[in-house]
């Protein structure tokens, strides 16, 4: 952890940063422009329906008989002629004229009271000026600018903070220092190899440019979820001490067309400014998938796209920014992403090995307290094909167990539960098998074990349970290997595909039946056997030739078919035979062993999970009764 993380908290996303004037600006000039239009208009309407004449004007009109009403106020004086007075109030036209200091009004009003017109003596005080200003300018400014602020301010709230229109920090996320250093991700050593020049570059970018170097802008790292890739890209930005920018890439798929590309924008626009830094761009496929319309076009996407090839491009590198982008899809991302200057380093982050699961194992139970049986070793060995997360899971599901046993310390057997939980899901309590399903689920896991357990190069058996898990496998029999294995041999390959059929060779053994419980095995098996056919060269048939390409070097993408199709053809075939071949053979070794088959599986049924070792002992104790037998014979 960095000792000075608390000086700098972190940034929240979403964190409003401009200054009061700048955030009420908007708001202030729209208010003033509405209360200009109020009052153009008002004025307007007011000035139709009077009508200022000169005071000759207003003469002619008294000699002439044509006024009904008459008012004095302090400035003017208000007609109404006859003619008016018989409209409606809003048609009447109200005549003024200014008062002038050098006639007697007295006169006048006598010859109006003759001709029987209204004359209202008292005088109309006329609105001060002050309350005048009040009411015309600084109400309505005021009224409309708190109104215009509280829209904008919950508008803004419903469009996941689009701050003003359009620009929006919302979803962008940035850590001053993310507190992470390559001590805190287990294994990944070449992984991290390979970081470590971005690493030095960040520190000092300088030093680069002085010579003149380049180093590309941005690495793309490669790897299945949880693997540590954004782990990975923190640690480069903790062990740089430098501010951490991330989005993930989905975020980008928004409803918004242009949204996505403005975001982008100001992604760069932030990171430049606190230069050197690091941006993380998580899952960039849904971005940066290849703009083949195989997928089908979208325009949001392919702006997104070009803008953060625009900006990638663009930007200055010897500032020191570098771009971390994390996806385990790299086959369909792109070409243009890929190009030179672009993300065109690509780090493999793999699914760690043995010893970086024990690694793994170490780094997350550093803060936890372990009782004296813990064998990290053996958990490791255990967990072939899991993932960092998995195990940063899989400890802490472990020391969950130890609070609700109310223990101090976590115990193996916390860590081999919780190994259960994580990979097979959680025991399924509520879920009851009948008998009959019982009976056979436990011959078809037996079958598995013992084709197992009776070939010379299969992995041991460790448990075999028919407790039904949420993964909705109803049981399992699980191998643990007796060490890592990079190679197989066609031998070793059909030792496998044996034990993947012995489910289903022992129910229909025993039951005569075929259940849809061995589905998952079958397909297995067959991917395995198309394997040897199309990919590794183990037929008989085909020799050498391979029939397909590898979809993705590292991940289970699909094989593509590269073949005629009448070979292709020939090919499905021989995946047949293969399989019937295993199967015959697993169904040719439950045979022999039918009495140990009964026994165990009966066994299993009462006991519902075994061990590894409990099987063994009965493998044992058959194999000296038959040692007996045979002595008796001869
Ligand atoms: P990804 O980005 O590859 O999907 P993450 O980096 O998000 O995976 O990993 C998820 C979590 O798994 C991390 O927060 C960390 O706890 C754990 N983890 C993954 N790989 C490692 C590793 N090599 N060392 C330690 N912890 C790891
Ligand atoms: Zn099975």
Redesign the pocket.
Known sequence: MNPNSNQNPNKKPGEDNRTPLQKYLPSIVLALLLTLLINAVYSNIVSAKTKEITHTEFLTMVEEDKIHEIQFTTDRVNIITREDAEKSESARITYYTGILQNVDYTELVNTLREQNVLVSEEVIEEMSPIINILLSWVLPLAIIFVLFSYLSRSMSKHMGGMGGFGQSKAKVYMEKQTGVTFA?????DEAKESLVEIIDFLHNPQKYAAIGAKLPKGAL?V????????????AVAGEANVPFFSISGSDFVEMFVGVGASRVRDLFQQATKVAPAIIFI?EIDAIGRTRDSKFGGNDEREQTLNQLLAEIDGFDSSKGVVILA?T?RPEILDKALLRAGRFDRRII?DR?NLN?RY??LR??TRNIRLADDVDLHKIAKATAGA???????LVNEAALRAVRQGRQTVNQQDLLTSFEVVIAGTEKKGTVLTDIEKRIVSYHEVGHALVAALQKHAQPVSKITIVPHTSGALGYTMQTPEEEKFLNSKAELLVELRVLLGGRAAEQLVFGAQTTGAANDIQRATDTARKMVMLYGMSDRFGLMALSQAGSEYLEGRAYVDCADSTAAQADEEVRSILNGCYEDATRILTENRALLDEVALYLLQKETITGDELMAFIRADQKQKEEKNEEEA
Request: charged fraction near 15%; glycine fraction near 18%.
């Open positions: 805190d991700v287990a294994g990944q790292l790897g299945s979820p949880g693997t540590g890739k954004t782990l990975l890209a923190k998580d994390a385990n982050v760690p970086g690694q793994t780094v997350h993932v960092g997360a998995d195990l940063a899971n």
